[in-house]
């Protein structure tokens, strides 16, 4: 006969019973610091190339984009680790740095900041009464895109191979100063200017995304095809974490040997 387990018992098992939130360092707080992270990332970057694309031209789109990435990691940098980009979580994970589970939470999360982000640069977008050209003028609402949604016509492979290499250096930085030896205290200086000079390549070309969040949200609210061409922007920046996560753990490894 089994015995009686006491109410209390039952109730202090469960208790400790781990869950996936666990599993997060910095439990509901971190991933709530990634949402609005990501939404903030979104509604000034994307709103910068909607409302001021003209005055502000690629110069000004990839600044804004780098600037407001550098506010946020010593924002919540200490809280999350600033990741705001699924590729950066990808790479976080396969250089064992993050639990897999944990970054998982973390990309769903900032899927869903992206969207809110898009949503509020579209409701912003619906109260201006009209707008004129600029590097952004044959996209709808920031999207990314190729072929005809691309300034320079580039082709579907041509924008998979950019974004991976822009992804690829974008998290090979986030990897490299986040880790070992080396100046402490300058890793978001270091993260910004990389994203900014990435978007004076990209946005000619693709628009720029290196994070599929940011290319998800805006894409569904396009009024153009940018939902039919998002795909490539959610395939493409894992495949660049993946390559980045390779080299950076190569150069350790060969770093670490050579010190041995």
């Given at each position: 006969m089994?015995?009686?387990?006491?109410?209390?018992?039952?109730?202090?098992?469960?208790a400790?019973?781990?869950t996936?939130?666990?599993?997060?360092?910095?439990?509901?707080?971190?991933?709530?610091?990634?949402?609005?992270?990501?939404a903030?990332?979104?509604?000034?970057?994307?709103?910068t190339?909607?409302?001021?694309?003209?005055n502000?031209g690629?110069l000004?789109i990839?600044?804004?984009?780098g600037?407001?990435?550098?506010?946020?990691?010593?924002a919540?940098g200490?809280?999350?680790?600033?990741?705001?980009?699924?590729?950066?979580?990808?790479?976080?994970?396969?250089?064992?740095?993050?639990?897999?589970?944990?970054?998982?939470?973390?990309?769903?999360?900032?899927?869903?900041?992206?969207?809110?982000?898009?949503l509020?640069?579209?409701?912003?977008?619906?109260?201006?009464?009209?707008?004129?050209?600029?590097?952004?003028?044959?996209?709808?609402?920031?999207?990314?895109?190729?072929?005809?949604?691309?300034?320079?016509?580039?082709?579907?492979?041509?924008?998979?191979?950019?974004?991976?290499?822009?992804?690829?250096?974008?998290?090979?930085?986030?990897?490299?100063?986040?880790?070992?030896?080396?100046?402490?205290?300058?890793?978001?200086?270091?993260?910004?200017?990389?994203?900014?000079?990435?978007?004076?390549?990209?946005?000619?070309?693709?628009?720029?995304?290196?994070?599929?969040?940011?290319?998800?949200?805006?894409?569904?609210?396009?009024?153009?095809?940018?939902?039919?061409?998002?795909?490539?922007?959610?395939?493409?920046?894992?495949?660049?974490?993946?390559?980045?996560?390779?080299?950076?753990?190569?150069?350790?490894?060969?770093?670490?040997?050579?010190?041995?």
């Amino acid at each position: 006969m089994q015995e009686a387990v006491a109410p209390g018992a039952v109730r202090a098992a469960a208790a400790q019973s781990p869950t996936a939130i666990d599993k997060v360092d910095g439990g509901w707080p971190a991933l709530a610091a990634e949402f609005v992270g990501t939404a903030v990332l979104v509604f000034f970057g994307v709103g910068t190339a909607v409302f001021s694309d003209v005055n502000a031209g690629v110069l000004g789109i990839a600044i804004a984009f780098g600037f407001v990435l550098v506010a946020l990691v010593y924002a919540i940098g200490s809280i999350s680790g600033c990741h705001v980009n699924p590729a950066v979580t990808i790479g976080m994970v396969l250089a064992r740095r993050m639990n897999p589970i944990a970054g998982a939470m973390y990309v769903l999360v900032q899927f869903a900041g992206g969207i809110i982000g898009a949503l509020l640069v579209y409701w912003v977008s619906h109260t201006i009464r009209a707008r004129s050209g600029g590097p952004f003028s044959r996209k709808s609402l920031g999207s990314n895109g190729y072929g005809g949604n691309s300034d320079l016509f580039i082709s579907a492979g041509g924008a998979f191979l950019v974004e991976v290499i822009l992804t690829a250096l974008l998290v090979l930085i986030v990897l490299s100063v986040t880790s070992g030896p080396g100046v402490k205290g300058l890793e978001g200086v270091a993260i910004g200017l990389s994203l900014t000079a990435i978007h004076l390549v990209g946005i000619p070309l693709t628009g720029t995304s290196v994070n599929p969040a940011r290319s998800l949200g805006p894409a569904i609210f396009a009024t153009n095809n940018a939902l039919s061409q998002v795909w490539l922007f959610i395939v493409a920046p894992p495949v660049g974490a993946v390559l980045a996560a390779g080299i950076h753990m190569l150069i350790r490894r060969r770093a670490a040997e050579s010190t041995a």
